[in-house]
């Protein structure tokens, strides 16, 4: 039998961070002489750190240097980080934790492939971490989603082939990687947006056993 690996994403699947980096992104818009809405924020989801910056300042129309761009990316980001400092448990997602443990209870592979450069830090806060074999982040990729380096680098480190692994995501771009990279993709969130992918549920909370088996006797 080839076991089935399961791959999560991070922000929008296991924890709600987007509002976290939604509030430090616009204390930095709002810095810079400009507004920034929650609906602007939608074309940040599954984006690098990087992109999201360049994004912004062409909402903004501001120019930077490198020397003020990079100045920028590290304030963000320590904003960002006051606010995940004080997460805990309660951050976790409805039910993650009830299908991480149904995974882990039958010794099944499971990483971590999130863009975040912050993913293990926030993993320690909610107490998480422990469920996690492999985890690949923004500090282990040099593509970001909708490339599946993420994905295939997380595939190789639990050693499990591609085609045998099972990604959730909750952005078109983190789905678009997944079935680039010839996993199956289930998306987490609205069905209208991640049409592309495989399967689809608001929340965890929707998925039941029956389902989790089906997709790991799919690999017998």
Same mark, same amino acid.
């Not at 992109?51 to 062409?58: G, T, V």
């Not at 490198?66 to 805990?88: G, P, R």
């Not at 309660?90 to 912050?118: C, F, H, Q």
């Given at each position: 039998? =080839?076991?089935?690996?399961?791959?999560f994403?991070?922000?929008?699947?296991?924890?709600?961070? $987007?509002k976290?980096?939604?509030?430090?992104w616009?204390? *930095? $818009?709002?810095? *810079?002489? +400009?507004?920034f809405?929650h609906?602007q924020n939608? #074309?940040?989801?599954?984006?690098?750190?990087?992109?999201?910056?360049?994004?912004?300042?062409?909402?903004g129309?501001v120019?930077?240097?490198?020397a003020? +761009?990079?100045?920028?990316?590290?304030?963000?980001?320590?904003?960002?980080?006051?606010?995940?400092?004080?997460?805990d448990?309660?951050?976790?997602?409805p039910d993650v934790?009830?299908?991480l443990?149904? #995974?882990?209870e039958?010794?099944?592979?499971? $990483?971590l492939?999130s863009?975040?450069k912050?993913?293990?830090?926030?993993?320690?806060?909610?107490?998480l971490l422990?469920?996690?074999?492999v985890?690949v982040?923004?500090?282990?990729?040099?593509?970001a989603?909708?490339?599946p380096?993420v +994905?295939l680098?997380?595939a190789e480190?639990?050693g499990v =082939?591609?085609?045998?692994?099972?990604?959730?995501?909750?952005a078109?771009?983190?789905?678009?990687?997944?079935?680039?990279?010839?996993?199956?993709?289930?998306?987490?969130?609205?069905?209208?947006?991640?049409s592309?992918a495989d399967?689809?549920?608001?929340?965890?909370?929707?998925?039941?056993?029956?389902?989790?088996?089906? *997709?790991? =006797?799919?690999n017998k």
């Amino acid at each position: 039998m =080839n076991k089935t690996g399961f791959i999560f994403d991070l922000d929008g699947v296991i924890v709600d961070t $987007a509002k976290y980096h939604y509030l430090a992104w616009r204390n *930095l $818009a709002n810095e *810079l002489g +400009f507004e920034f809405t929650h609906d602007q924020n939608e #074309l940040f989801k599954g984006v690098s750190r990087k992109r999201c910056l360049e994004i912004l300042l062409d909402i903004g129309g501001v120019e930077a240097t490198k020397a003020q +761009f990079d100045t920028w990316m590290i304030e963000k980001n320590e904003d960002y980080l006051k606010y995940i400092e004080k997460m805990d448990e309660s951050e976790i997602l409805p039910d993650v934790t009830k299908v991480l443990r149904y #995974l882990k209870e039958r010794e099944l592979p499971i $990483a971590l492939g999130s863009a975040s450069k912050n993913a293990k830090p926030i993993l320690e806060k909610v107490k998480l971490l422990p469920y996690f074999d492999v985890i690949v982040d923004g500090n282990n990729v040099t593509k970001a989603k909708p490339d599946p380096e993420v +994905f295939l680098i997380a595939a190789e480190e639990l050693g499990v =082939n591609p085609q045998n692994c099972v990604v959730f995501e909750d952005a078109q771009a983190g789905i678009k990687a997944a079935n680039a990279a010839g996993m199956v993709s289930i998306g987490i969130g609205d069905a209208k947006i991640l049409s592309e992918a495989d399967y689809n549920f608001n929340d965890f909370t929707e998925m039941d056993v029956k389902f989790l088996v089906g *997709l790991i =006797n799919d690999n017998k």
